[in-house]
DNA sequence: TTGTAAGCGTTATCAA
DNA sequence: TTGATAACGCTTACAA
């Protein structure tokens, strides 16, 4: 069933129709009806490939997913596409997903992607220094939104983030409330742009309480088995800790792990709120992923729709307590 | 770019060129070298909403995306997509997502996709006794394939599937030989197909053990509260089991809370492998999911190719062993 | 306000 | 083996 089918049962011209679904105030009001009718009708729907010739406009929107690294940290992604899925479906987008090994790979995948698909925009998760994905974006001026902060420069394009700082600033001050006076850090090494912020909201709420310097910050690569060993190192220590915040959920259950043989109990916090941390009753800082997915479609739309709209979007996570901490 | 260009650049006509890109074994082996190099020269890509409009194939496949329920379980879906996307790629398919509330409204969203986009395919995961999906799909002779069995009718339409029984069978099996006797089995409601499947693989060999009947089997929601629940319940009997299997990883997660607080070491055992039971050491069965994205994929493919295939796929689970079992 | 004509980039058909 | 032509379903420009 094409235009021609629902003109022809409305007597119209094809155009008519046309005009209907795109341009419906220059339609006579009961002309428009009677199209509409046709429409429900015959359960018409334009086909976009069609429509796609005409206007260069696919209403795809392209988002990577990635290889489930220790599955931990993965569950994240799954909500976030969830919120991208469904925000996209409202605003007439749909998600078209592909899987890239590494940055050189992702970028011959936008190559790719863009010359077939010709699709309308990009949602990057993770970006990072330099970022060389981002530079071929903008290069080709193609429209995309980042999950995550340019480090480099704050305002090279659109983007989405959640402040790390302010959920770890927000679990110290709780646990100086608490009455905590040793809070440690277990972070990854500096110079990841995620990780620097997240361990900037622990250090600058420990100085203003009067702990400059004084507490102990451990930088490793993320891990259960990582959060263990650095965990066991603080409590080996004459005046071990008596709480840490973790940069993330996995360092985090590991801290867990070695708290359990220690004498004095430890607080802990971990970061993200994943399924294990709900699970084993660890107090985490949660990510609103839903809403940053519904700004990074609103954000990238408005770029196709040629609107100017907020260049960025920094969003607040909040501390769910529970037994840990 | 067009073919136009490429054909200039190659000095042959545009026919010659869409030949050597859809039927390379016409085209003079001299002829298709100089039009190759051309293509890669320009990095020319076939427009596939062009290709789409002539053939009435978008290479498309639509798969669901799933609101992250307890998150536990949630994981698995990621994964799998995870694995979709991968060889739907390497087969020349994309994946779009979708989203849907109910069956009702992802019916709605078939027409929708099918009517607008043109997709050629679907992958439904999850099916249930007299799914009102795969009946509207088979109807209208739309190619798709289910991650589940078709419960009511064994070869109703293309399936891939994990063998549940054989899961839970080799778990039972691992406890007796371990020495168990009392091994009880905490499940879903009777009437889901997977949870009934995986049921029946730990009741086949208990009764083939000798323990017919009398082993305790206690039925509930999945949850990790409820798991707790049955296994206090369990606990609580005169001669309480000494291993449990559960349908999923919630229920085991739960199930070892409630056996911490036991005066008898229990062992239990989960099902999905999730990110929760590698992180607290639970001993899971593992589905081996991007075998069965995989299989998906061919499956699907080979319908649209028109090629005769296996009609289905059942794949082995294996057993994870971690600490608790 | 409505209708006509052209063209988007591809492939199928058929003639050379 | 290669090339010309038409057609897929839609929207934009323009004429009625």
């Given at each position: 069933?094409?235009?021609?089918?629902?003109?022809?049962?409305?007597?119209?011209?094809?155009?008519?129709?046309?005009?209907?679904?795109?341009?419906?105030?220059?339609?006579?009001?009961?002309?428009?009806?009677?199209?509409?009718e046709?429409?429900?009708a015959?359960?018409?729907?334009?086909?976009?490939?069609?429509r796609?010739?005409?206007?260069?406009?696919?209403?795809?929107?392209?988002?990577?997913?990635?290889?489930?690294?220790d599955?931990?940290n993965?569950?994240?992604?799954?909500?976030?596409?969830?919120?991208?899925?469904?925000?996209?479906?409202?605003?007439?987008?749909?998600?078209?997903?592909?899987?890239?090994?590494?940055?050189?790979?992702?970028?011959?995948?936008?190559?790719?992607?863009?010359?077939?698909?010709?699709?309308?925009?990009?949602?990057?998760?993770?970006?990072?220094?330099?970022d060389?994905?981002?530079?071929?974006?903008?290069?080709?001026?193609?429209?995309?939104?980042?999950?995550?902060?340019?480090?480099d420069?704050?305002?090279?394009?659109?983007?989405?983030?959640?402040?790390?700082?302010?959920?770890?600033?927000?679990?110290?001050?709780?646990?100086?409330?608490?009455?905590?006076?040793?809070?440690?850090?277990?972070g990854?090494?500096?110079?990841?742009?995620?990780?620097?912020?997240?361990?900037?909201?622990?250090?600058?709420?420990?100085?203003?309480?009067?702990?400059?310097g004084?507490?102990?910050?451990?930088?490793?690569?993320?891990?259960?088995?990582?959060?263990?060993?650095?965990?066991?190192?603080?409590?080996?220590?004459?005046?071990?800790?008596?709480?840490?915040?973790?940069?993330?959920d996995?360092?985090?259950?590991?801290?867990?792990?070695?708290?359990?043989?220690?004498?004095?109990?430890?607080?802990?916090?971990?970061?993200?709120?994943?399924?294990?941390?709900?699970?084993?009753?660890?107090?985490?800082?949660?990510?609103?992923?839903?809403?940053?997915?519904?700004?990074?479609?609103?954000?990238?739309?408005?770029?196709?729709?040629?609107?100017?709209?907020?260049?960025?979007?920094?969003?607040?996570?909040?501390?769910?307590?529970r037994?840990?901490?």
């Amino acid at each position: 069933m094409t235009i021609a089918t629902v003109a022809r049962h409305a007597r119209v011209s094809r155009q008519t129709v046309s005009n209907v679904l795109n341009a419906p105030h220059i339609v006579r009001e009961e002309t428009r009806r009677r199209v509409q009718e046709a429409i429900t009708a015959l359960g018409y729907r334009a086909s976009q490939a069609a429509r796609q010739m005409r206007t260069g406009r696919s209403r795809l929107i392209a988002a990577r997913i990635e290889p489930t690294r220790d599955g931990i940290n993965g569950s994240v992604l799954d909500r976030f596409l969830h919120g991208l899925t469904e925000t996209a479906d409202a605003a007439g987008y749909r998600i078209m997903l592909y899987t890239a090994r590494d940055d050189d790979h992702e970028i011959a995948t936008y190559d790719d992607l863009l010359g077939a698909y010709d699709l309308d925009g990009f949602v990057l998760t993770g970006t990072d220094h330099g970022d060389p994905r981002t530079a071929w974006l903008a290069e080709r001026q193609v429209a995309f939104v980042t999950f995550g902060r340019p480090w480099d420069a704050p305002d090279a394009h659109p983007w989405v983030d959640v402040d790390g700082a302010a959920g770890t600033a927000q679990a110290t001050r709780r646990l100086l409330d608490a009455g905590h006076r040793r809070i440690a850090f277990i972070g990854w090494p500096a110079g990841s742009g995620v990780g620097d912020d997240r361990r900037s909201g622990w250090r600058t709420v420990m100085a203003a309480a009067g702990f400059d310097g004084t507490a102990p910050d451990r930088e490793t690569e993320d891990g259960i088995d990582h959060g263990e060993r650095e965990m066991r190192d603080l409590l080996a220590a004459d005046e071990p800790p008596t709480a840490v915040v973790c940069v993330s959920d996995s360092l985090a259950l590991g801290a867990l792990r070695a708290v359990r043989d220690a004498t004095a109990p430890v607080a802990v916090v971990g970061f993200d709120d994943t399924p294990v941390a709900a699970a084993i009753g660890l107090t985490s800082v949660s990510q609103p992923l839903e809403a940053a997915a519904a700004r990074c479609v609103e954000l990238l739309t408005g770029v196709l729709a040629g609107q100017p709209t907020e260049p960025h979007a920094l969003l607040s996570p909040t501390l769910v307590l529970r037994h840990t901490a």
